[in-house]
Structure formats: structure tokens, C-alpha cells
């Protein structure tokens, strides 16, 4: 049971390239979020995933696209990247059960944009 | 705005005694709370979550809350070094069809040894 999994772990890139973060959990959750982590600024919701087949926007979803690719998988894409997406990605999934709604973090991906 | 308050500190507290840690938060239709615990350049950790007003306890960890004055608390009894490390608090409220989360910007706790 290995949680909530997500690749690369580190990535360095280009002003104006792209990429995608791999987001995935095997622990049967409906929701999934992606969160940006920078110092000073705690954890801020870049887009969530309530159910399969739902996206919505969280708190600073500029600059970002994600797919739910099905109930396990949910990745978040930078189609061009700017130094100000410099920061470390959580992705997240949490099962909204009658009474429970605990949040399970990935290890994280710690992007530098150059 | 939705907020969750956290003095950042650090707080240093000596090996063996009792840390407290803070929270407060605005939203009064938050239902659920939650303590993480992360080491630098690691990912968050759920260490407590908490429900309904009193006190959770589980092992060295004892969660209060209090609903009418918006306010959480961790206490870590027999504080290690390995303890150190900041504390996120996090609170969940049902809106727009989904559960949110809105996390503290932490405390840094120093345990010395």
C-alpha cells in the first residue's frame, strides 16, 4: 500500500517549456488535490478533483491545467513554464467519508523553473 | 478570506516537557481539524485529526478544540528532538459541493536536547 505517489520528484526546467506532474493513490479516494508549497506562503490549492470526472479551480490556478485520468490518477500540467512556478507540488487525496476527511500527501515534486 | 492563524515561531521547548502548539481559524462552518507534522524538504504528515469539541488524545499527542472560541491546540507530552519540526494546522469545511482544506503557514518547534 504505497499511498500517494507522485513523479518526478525533482525537475529543473526552462522558462517557457513544459511538463507534467504525475499525481497517483491506491488508497480508493474520490478527492484529489494539487497544492504549490513556498516559503512564507504555506500550502495554497492550486486545482482539486472532488469525484472522477470533476476539476475545479482552488486558490491559484494560473498558469496550470490537470486531468483526473481516472479515480487513481490526477495530474497537473505547466504548458509554459515561469520562474514564478518555482516551488515544491503536493499532491494530495483524502476519502470524504461520513466522518472522516483525513488528507494524505504525496512526497512531493520540488520544480525550479530557470 | 478564510484563515487559519499559527504563530510561526520557532518554539523551543527542552527535551522531556510538554510543547503547545496554537491554532485559530475564521470559518465558523469548519467541521473538521487536523494537525500535520512536517520535517524540512519532506511532505506534510497527518499526525491528528479532531471532530467535536474536547480533547483526543493518541499516544504523546492530545488535540483540544473549541469550537465557540475557534481555536485548536496540540500538545506534545515528552517532548523528543525528534519532535522538532513544524506543525500545520488544517481545517476542513463542506463548500460548493466539496470538502476544502485551509492550512496554517505552520509552527516551527525546536526540541532541545
Known amino acids: 500500500n504505497a499511498g500517494v505517489t507522485q513523479t518526478p520528484k525533482f525537475q529543473v526546467l526552462k522558462t517557457g517549456q513544459s511538463m507534467t506532474l504525475q499525481c497517483a493513490q491506491d488508497?480508493?479516494?474520490?478527492?484529489m488535490y494539487w497544492y504549490r508549497q513556498d516559503p512564507g506562503m504555506g500550502l495554497r490549492l492550486i486545482y482539486y478533483?472532488?469525484?472522477?470526472?470533476?476539476?475545479d479551480k482552488g486558490e491559484v490556478p494560473n498558469g496550470y491545467n490537470v486531468s483526473r485520468l481516472n479515480k487513481r490518477e490526477f495530474s497537473l500540467r505547466l504548458e509554459s513554464a515561469a520562474p514564478s512556478q518555482t516551488s515544491v507540488y503536493f499532491c494530495a487525496s483524502s476519502e470524504a467519508a461520513a466522518g472522516r476527511h483525513e488528507q494524505y500527501f504525496g512526497p512531493g515534486t520540488r520544480l525550479t523553473v530557470t | 478570506q478564510k484563515e487559519v492563524e499559527q504563530n510561526s515561531g520557532p518554539l523551543s521547548v527542552p527535551e522531556g516537557a510538554i510543547a503547545s502548539l496554537n491554532c485559530t481559524y475564521s470559518d465558523r462552518g469548519s467541521q473538521s481539524f487536523f494537525w500535520y507534522r512536517q520535517y524540512s524538504g519532506k511532505s506534510p504528515e497527518l499526525i491528528m485529526s479532531?471532530?467535536?469539541?474536547g480533547d483526543k488524545e493518541d499516544g504523546r499527542f492530545t488535540a483540544q478544540l473549541n469550537k465557540a472560541s475557534q481555536y485548536v491546540s496540540l500538545l506534545i507530552r515528552d517532548s523528543q528532538p525528534s519532535d522538532s519540526a513544524t506543525y500545520l494546522c488544517a481545517v476542513n469545511s463542506f463548500t460548493s459541493g466539496t470538502y476544502k482544506y485551509i492550512f496554517g503557514t505552520g509552527t516551527r518547534l525546536k526540541v532541545l536536547a
Open positions: 478533483s472532488a469525484s472522477e470526472g470533476t476539476t
Open positions: 479532531i471532530y467535536s469539541n
Open positions: 488508497m480508493n479516494h474520490n478527492s
